[in-house]
């Protein structure tokens, strides 16, 4: 009997437990299946997200990028004297585009990426082109003012670089015609400019022979080439100077960089802020610069350039890297063969 | 995976790029590094030798390479042709009269295989003096059309206001990020 009890006892636990155990099964499976679905339901949130930004990213590219086009087809009508400032704006615009275009890199699928940066090159390239068409370099205009100057230096000069200019357009290392302030191809000859023509300008002299060229004001940039038994002379320039294929010059400059080349037996009496340079040069010498004209502390102050700091004897030969050695190629013209005041 | 996925990786990781900055003589290659890098500009003397920089710029490393242009110099630049990823090459726009030495020394390092992979940037340097050539007179110029082998542009610049230095930077790093690094 205890037994029976016993068993019988045994059993109901067993199916108690058993019913108890299914119970919990189930419930374990409902747990999971509703856990799936919030996960499922979280994992196409999340893609709709993903999916969202990339429509948003999408729109707003596009909306930007009509904008864009329409306001560039608008150029035509923008007064000329807020073009530059249009054109400024949308180069703007466009540089914020490319930002968020790079922002988004993130997220976007490559293809959309790839789309929307082709599409931003091509507006940039559209934009320069129209700014191109619109606003051409002034040196357009500046050419025809040129002459203007040119031919009033003529009264005191006489000179004719302007057409003499236009021969020299055939030389075959010329490629592009130079900018409009220069003087090309002349020889015996005194030349001279003036601040009003050549502040914040750059210089290109060239083919000169036997010349004196005065430069009165401060220039940008001077570009110097194959100079002959020439004396050059300038005021203050806030940037670099180059010179090449020089022979028998005495240059009298100003400048922050001076950088001289392939240029032989000529005197240097400089201003240089930084260091001269030399390069396939010999028989070079170098003085400090002791010009001096009415105005030059005016020409020093728009230049902006320090009259205090003057490196004239510290010249770099590209050619020469030995340190214990003084190269063979420069050297400090003497004092007493110094050219002490100039006539000119 | 092949090697080349885990070189991505691996250089995705780091987010680091190197620039090499040419040019002929003073296109203004220095101006620009120091520019871009909020330095002083007024000091800078001819670059015997070369220059670099590490700055960060919108989350990627930049190793820049400023190496000078002399011409006695220029036989060293294919020392530092290895794994650049983009080549910023610097034109001195107002130069008219030695732009078919600039031709032909670009188009020289464009046939370089250690080069090959590489972004080319043009900037057309000197937009601030009156007499520069504008940016699409540089690139029939140099004749830029006709580079079928790398990516590039062209910018016109100038390193003494700082105009547009930006826009051509961020140019480089976006095409080089949308080269190498791969997107998750």
Request: glycine residues 4%; contains cysteine; proline residues 2%.
């Amino acid at each position: 009997m205890a037994d029976w009890q016993g068993n019988y006892s045994v059993t109901t636990t067993t199916e108690d437990q058993m019913s108890a155990f299914t119970d919990k099964l189930i419930k374990r499976e409902e747990e999971r299946q509703t856990q799936l679905q919030k996960r499922r339901l979280e994992e196409s949130e999340q893609s709709f997200k993903i999916q969202d930004s990339v429509r948003n990213f999408l729109d707003s590219f596009k909306s930007e990028r009509r904008d864009l086009e329409t306001s560039l087809a608008e150029s035509k009508s923008v007064e000329s004297s807020k073009l530059v400032e249009h054109f400024d704006i949308l180069s703007q615009r466009v540089s914020k585009l490319q930002r968020y275009v790079s922002e988004s890199a993130m997220f976007l699928p490559p293809y959309e990426l790839k789309t929307a940066q082709n599409l931003l090159t091509s507006l940039q390239a559209k934009i320069q082109e129209k700014r191109e068409e619109l606003l051409p370099k002034k040196r357009f205009a500046f050419k025809s003012s040129n002459k203007k100057a040119d031919k009033r230096t003529v009264v005191s000069v006489g000179n004719k670089s302007e057409e003499t200019a236009k021969d020299s357009k055939s030389e075959d290392d010329l490629v592009i015609e130079l900018a409009a302030c220069k003087f090309v191809g002349t020889s015996n000859k005194t030349l001279q400019k003036n601040g009003n023509e050549i502040n914040q300008k750059d210089i290109a002299l060239a083919n000169l022979t036997d010349c004196v060229v005065l430069l009165y004001g401060a220039p940008s940039a001077i570009h110097m080439n194959k100079l002959k038994n020439c004396k050059i002379f300038s005021g203050p320039v806030p940037g670099s100077i180059f010179i090449r294929d020089c022979t028998n010059c005495t240059f009298v400059l100003a400048c922050q960089q001076l950088r001289i080349h392939s240029t032989t037996n000529s005197h240097f009496y400089i201003h240089v802020t930084s260091k001269a340079i030399i390069e396939d040069c010999n028989g070079i010498k170098f003085a400090p610069c002791n010009w001096t004209y009415d105005g030059q502390d005016e020409d020093y102050a728009l230049s902006g350039l320090s009259k205090e700091r003057n490196n004239w004897d510290s010249v770099d030969d590209f050619d020469w890297l030995a340190a214990d050695a003084h190269s063979p190629n420069w050297s400090i013209l003497d004092e007493s063969e110094r050219v002490a005041s100039w006539n000119v | 995976m092949g090697l080349l996925t885990i070189l991505k990786k691996m250089k995705q990781k780091e987010k680091e790029v190197r620039l090499l900055m040419l040019g002929l003589d003073n296109a203004g290659k220095t101006t620009i590094l120091k520019k871009f890098n909020g330095e002083d500009i007024d000091t800078i003397s001819p670059t015997l030798g070369f220059n670099i920089k590490t700055l960060e710029h919108r989350g990627f490393k930049l190793n820049i390479w400023d190496v000078g242009g002399q011409k006695s110099l220029r036989s060293y630049w294919r020392n530092y042709f290895e794994s650049t990823d983009a080549l910023i090459w610097v034109v001195d726009s107002a130069d008219r009269m030695r732009l078919s030495d600039c031709k032909k020394e670009l188009h020289s390092l464009l046939v370089e295989e250690r080069l090959s992979g590489a972004t080319l940037l043009v900037f057309a340097n000197k937009q601030d003096l009156p007499g520069s050539l504008t940016a699409r007179e540089i690139r029939e110029a140099l004749d830029l059309d006709s580079i079928k082998t790398h990516h590039w542009l062209i910018q016109d610049c100038s390193a003494v206001t700082g105009a547009n230095l930006l826009n051509g930077m961020d140019w480089v790093v976006n095409d080089i990020a949308s080269r190498i690094f791969t997107m998750d």
